[in-house]
């Protein structure tokens, strides 16, 4: 009897188990090789249609198995929709499991409006369902989409499973939205799925893409097992957020826990590098590149290119676009941006040029690249034909080419002609269109309409802390002690503080940093006595300090002696100290270079057969043999390319 009761509990667990393979052996199945299928290159359109009209003609059986390989083989948006069709009018419509597959097949093919449309038609859901349309929002950026639909998940008693937690966390980490994040962080707990490494990474992406660093590092530290994934979500991070110095550090402690560095690690890696254009450092990554056997794809070639140019080589910048493999749009662009930067506009244009006759499909990236160029190099004529040409591309100008356009016009002394256009224009002037304008008012020394620009932002932008210090500067410049006066004491009450200036130098692997009139260096006195002796040989050779550039009310002498101790002065010296002749000295600036140290940086290059470089906050200045490569107007301050360049940035980010 103990026998026979052993035997039928056998047979029934047997039983329930041959059930429960015939429930799930079927998506196995489902997704079994094409090659079972008789149909060739299914990934064409010829083949997938050309199946379908076999099934009609019934010269193939229509089973599960034959469309999901259709739609696992498809790729094409009109394919997809033709599999719907035929599956819709068959007697599998309204199978969970290839309606699940539709709605992954419509995301990838960028139809989600298709895929909601099959979501919302299903007779029936499962958690796949709903974690299948959630993912496809997230990845064509439409968080809020993916954000809006996780609660009626939850509303319809649906678990989520750690691909669901990755994907609400990537649409929270593209909304920038940490509140959201953190409540679906605490769920993720509750569910017990915050120790997985996939749903980790994802944790730690989303709180690095909100700037909550804090929180990332708590999350990967938490982290029991850690994969490249993870490594690479914090790399990005600390890029992302600027920091550099911690993004080589972790680069390195990457490497040291036995974790290879691929070619998202080496973007983020030189990304972080070109903010603070640590060449060396640079250079040392794109060694290690090298070694590790990667390839110079476009993807990371893109960043390298950056970081060479934002870094001050240039040299290095065109080699690596020489080389970059299946050059896309943003390889050109960000070659583009370089000549900018630089102030080369005849060769950005004949860059651009080369654009146009190589088929590249111009974006308004390239045109916002090209509109800098020629600002930044006093290409007036053609500037303004390349703004008129934006129509003949079907682009619509947006706010950061009317900028340019203003700034080039500003520039160029057309301060009534940049009047008009502004007031032309078809959409409302924003604060940076009116800065632009008053930045070349300082160029320019016109305090009337620096007045009348300066009174537009105010309005628009009260809380920008640059412009009252450019009219105080228009009015210092132009003699008007009175009127500066009156800005200097609004300031005061505002609570407008000018940003201290620093320079940067890096010699061997180390940033040293100064400020003007710096004393804090332990080798203070020697850098001191080096800047005498080069102060006397360029005066010698006909540099004449001006104090035009001292925008106080005090007199020559006291002005001279404030200009000799600025902190790119103090930052060359320390540099041609410590540094060999033939090595190019490379400085960055947290502002622009003043006009009289532009002035000397000229007359050191000639007299002392240096190279010099100096990276300020709107472009690259190189002095060589007493001259500047490249065109430059040395007075216009207002930073608005900061702004407008950030669309470059975030191309690339996109891309990534």
Known sequence: MRNHCRSLLFRRSHLRHLAAERRYTTAANLAASVADIPFPAASSTGSIRGTLDRVDAGELAATPRLYQSLITACAILDDARAIHAHLAGSQFAGSVFLDNSLIHLYCKCGGVADARRVFDEMPRRDICSWTSLIAGYAQNDMPDEALGLFPAMLRGRFKP???????????????GSSGIGEQIHALAVKCDWHGDVYVGSALLDMYARCGRMDMAIKVFDQLESKNGVTWNALIAGFARKGDGETTLLKFAEMQRNGFEATHFTYSSVFTAISGIGAL??????????????QKLSAFVGNTLLDMYAKSGSMVDARKVFDRVDKKDLVTWNSMLTAFAQYGLGREAVTHFEEMRKCGIRLNQITFLCILTACSHGGLLKE???????MKEYNLEPEIDHYVTVADLLSRAGLLNDALVFIFKMPIKP????????????????NAKVGQFAADHVFELDPDDTGPPVLLYNIYASTGQWDAAARVRKMMKATGVKKEPACSWVEIENSVHMFVANDDTHPRSEEIYKKW????????LAGYIPNTDYVLLHVDEREREAKLQYHSEKIAVAFA??????EATIRIMKNIRICGDCHSAFKYISKVFKREIVVRDTNRFHHFSSGTLLG????????DYQKHQLQKVIVEREDAA
Request: glycine content about 10%; charged content about 20%.
């Open 161 to 175: 499973n750690g691909f669901t937690f990755a994907s609400v966390l990537k649409a929270a980490g593209a909304s």
């Open 280 to 293: 060396e450092q640079g250079k040392w990554v794109h060694a290690h590149m090298i070694k590790s056997g």
């Open 383 to 389: 500037g303004k034909r390349y703004f008129d040409m």
């Open 430 to 445: 924003t604060a940076a269109v009116w800065g632009a304008l008053l930045g070349a008012c300082r160029m320019h020394k």
């Open 532 to 539: 005498e002796e080069i102060s006397i040989r360029i005066r």
């Open 576 to 581: 041609m100290i410590n540094m060999p002749v």
């Open 631 to 638: 065109r430059s107007y040395p007075l216009l301050t207002f």
